[in-house]
């Protein structure tokens, strides 16, 4: 139980473009969900928490008109990354919360490269 | 701002040696978590802890919650290659998880 997938693996788009990324929750329903975004060998970094029927939260320093999220159902999640530049290249990770205490289980990774 | 930092950062050692990653922060968390991740996947869960003291173990891995749930430690045992990758703990509070900084272990045959 608690798989979580996302798609695409990876993308590369030229600059200017919107990207979207899907984020699904696939035997269970999640009313919250979160984005992180990873550079080689570092930890994760919160971009922002997607909650069902209502507006994602945005971590400082992330700017939301860029990174649009949806989260329009209990099993999906999405962020479009708009207007994308290279220094938006990275690897873009979901996950969902699950469980009392929470746990948090990750779809496998959307490596997204700007040209 | 980091909350919670694991060290060592980095970790090279040979098949068969043992050890000891650890997450440390001035913060109280309800629970904490232990993930791996290998290269180009997301992370993994690999326990949960939740009582101060309390002690997991999977395998060849050990898991310790500190007394005061402000810390935890992952010790691996004889380690094997497959255990390479990036190991990252994180504390739960309320609705709130903080990732720790990340230890990247290398694992030579």
């Known amino acids: 139980g608690a798989v979580v997938s996302q798609h695409p693996s990876w993308v590369i788009c030229k600059s200017g473009t919107s990207v979207k990324i899907e984020c699904r929750s696939l035997?269970?329903?999640?009313?919250?969900m979160f984005w992180y975004r990873q550079f080689p060998k570092q930890s994760l970094m919160l971009m922002a928490t997607s909650n069902e029927g209502s507006k994602a939260t945005y971590e400082q320093g992330v700017e939301k008109d860029k990174f649009l999220i949806n989260h329009a159902s209990l099993t999906l999640s999405t962020l479009t990354v708009t207007s994308a530049h290279p220094e938006d290249s990275s690897f873009y990770i979901c996950s969902a919360r699950v469980g009392a205490p929470y746990e948090q289980y990750f779809g496998p990774g959307t490596r997204l490269t700007v040209t | 701002t980091q909350l919670l930092e694991q060290s060592p950062q980095f970790l090279s050692i040979q098949e068969g040696e043992n050890l000891t990653v650890y997450c440390n922060s001035s913060?109280?968390?309800?629970?904490l978590q232990w993930y791996r991740q290998e290269p180009g996947e997301g992370p993994v869960l690999l326990v949960t802890v939740v009582t101060g003291g309390e002690v997991k173990k999977l395998k060849r891995l050990t898991f310790q919650f500190g007394d005061a749930r402000k810390d935890s430690s992952l010790h691996i045992t004889a380690a094997q290659p497959g255990d390479t990758g990036l190991y990252l703990c994180a504390g739960g509070t309320g609705n709130q998880f903080y990732f720790g900084t990340g230890t990247s272990l290398t694992v030579i045959p």
């Open positions: 035997d269970f329903q999640a009313t919250t």
């Open positions: 913060s109280v968390f309800s629970s």
